[in-house]
C-alpha cells in the first residue's frame, strides 16, 4: 500500500519559512517523479515544484528563488523549503507521486496547511 504522508504546515509571518516533507512508503521516491502542489480557497490545485528521478527540479514563476525542493533517499522523503513567505503562499499543500511506466497511478498526500500571515 502506497502512502504519502506531508507535514511540516503551520501559521507564519510573511517573511518566515517552512519546511514541508513528504514521507512516503510503498514506493521508492528516487525512482518517480516526485511533486509538490497547492491548492488556495476557491483556486484550482496548481504546480508548485517537482523533481524528477534523475534529480532535476522545476518551479513554478511564483516561487522561483524562494522555495526548493530536494529529496532524502536515506529516509524517502521529499522536502519543500519555503523561505520569504508570502501571504499569497497561504494554501494547502500536497505531495504527488507521478507514475512509473509501465504503471498508470498516480498517487496523492492528504495535504498540509500552510498559513501566511501578513
Known amino acids: 500500500q502506497v502512502q504519502l504522508v506531508e507535514s511540516g504546515g503551520g501559521l507564519v509571518q510573511a517573511g518566515d519559512s517552512l519546511r514541508l516533507s513528504c514521507a512516503a512508503s510503498g514506493i521508492i521516491v528516487s525512482a518517480r517523479n516526485m511533486g509538490w502542489y497547492r491548492q488556495a480557497p476557491g483556486k484550482q490545485r496548481e504546480l508548485v515544484a517537482t523533481i524528477t528521478s534523475g534529480g532535476s527540479s522545476n518551479y513554478a514563476d511564483s516561487v522561483k528563488g524562494r522555495f526548493t525542493v530536494s529529496r532524502d533517499t536515506a529516509k524517502n522523503t521529499v522536502h519543500l523549503q519555503m523561505n520569504s513567505l508570502k501571504p499569497e503562499d497561504t494554501a494547502v499543500y500536497y505531495c504527488?507521486?507521478?507514475?512509473?511506466?509501465?504503471?498508470?497511478?498516480?498517487?496523492w498526500g492528504q495535504g498540509t496547511q500552510v498559513t501566511v500571515s501578513s
Open positions: 504527488k507521486a507521478a507514475p512509473r511506466l509501465p504503471t498508470t497511478t498516480t498517487y
